[in-house]
């Protein structure tokens, strides 16, 4: 089983709609959910990161963890073509441990 | 955010040779990752330099094949040595925010072994 799931999509959204990317993760004792956005061609760039359980907004973005259902989540208001890339969920379970999923691959259409 | 300046971009290299790969960031950070991300997959760590002791490294990754120096708290190398067309990937370096708000890659070095 692999430490972080996710979708490989592509996930495919018309402009203004909501997209939801999510993700799985085997290790009940991982402490913080990372997300990261991943252009073609570019290095990964963090969107946002949660610690507790609920949800955690920012701007158009909100990340969801549910720690009981292993699940963290992001959503993505008001998707524009911009926002098309590769998602990464990343999980951290031991300090400085890093575990990243493959990535979902998000369209979105003008 | 730290700034982290990775060189060179991209290179393309003959099998048999090695290349070495510079990290340089603005500010001093404990410890630096490297990770390597082959084509269509995700990223995947190779190993964790400290400056002032040897790197530690992941399963499958040996430092025999992926040296690393770790001179001062602002640079660090990763020597991908006997390169086979199986290194063809890229490679990132990354360090964790001081307010463990998450790591900043690199612009990563894009390697092709032919």
């Known amino acids: 089983q692999k430490e972080v799931e996710q979708n490989s999509g592509p996930l495919s959204v018309p402009e203004g709609a909501i997209a939801s990317l999510n993700c799985t993760y085997s290790?009940?004792?991982?402490?913080?959910f990372f997300w990261y956005r991943q252009y073609s061609g570019k290095s990964p760039e963090l969107i946002m990161f949660?610690?507790?359980?609920g949800d955690k907004e920012d701007g158009r973005f909100t990340a969801q963890l549910n720690k009981a259902s292993q699940y963290v989540s992001l959503l993505i208001r008001d998707s524009q073509p911009s926002d098309s890339a590769t998602y990464l969920c990343?999980?951290?379970?031991?300090?400085?441990?890093?575990?990243f999923g493959s990535g979902t691959k998000l369209n979105v259409k003008p | 955010s730290a700034v982290i300046s990775q060189k060179p971009s991209r290179d393309i290299c003959q099998r048999g040779t090695s290349l070495t790969i510079q990290c340089q960031v603005d500010?001093?950070?404990?410890?630096m990752f490297w990770y390597r991300q082959q084509p269509g997959q995700s990223l995947t760590l190779i190993a964790t330099?400290?400056?002032?002791?040897?790197?530690?490294?992941e399963s499958g990754f040996v430092i025999d094949k992926f040296p690393i120096s770790r001179p001062n708290l602002t640079f660090s190398t990763l020597t991908v040595s006997n390169m086979s067309p199986e290194d063809s990937s890229i490679y990132l370096c990354?360090?964790?925010?001081?307010?463990?708000?998450?790591?900043?890659f690199g612009s990563g070095t894009r390697l092709t072994v032919v």
């Open positions: 330099a400290n400056q002032g002791s040897e790197a530690t490294y």
């Open positions: 290790d009940r004792g991982s402490q913080s």
């Open positions: 500010s001093q950070v404990t410890m």
């Open positions: 990354s360090v964790e925010e001081g307010d463990r708000s998450g790591y900043t």
């Open positions: 990343a999980v951290n379970r031991n300090f400085n441990k890093f575990y």
């Open positions: 949660i610690y507790s359980n």
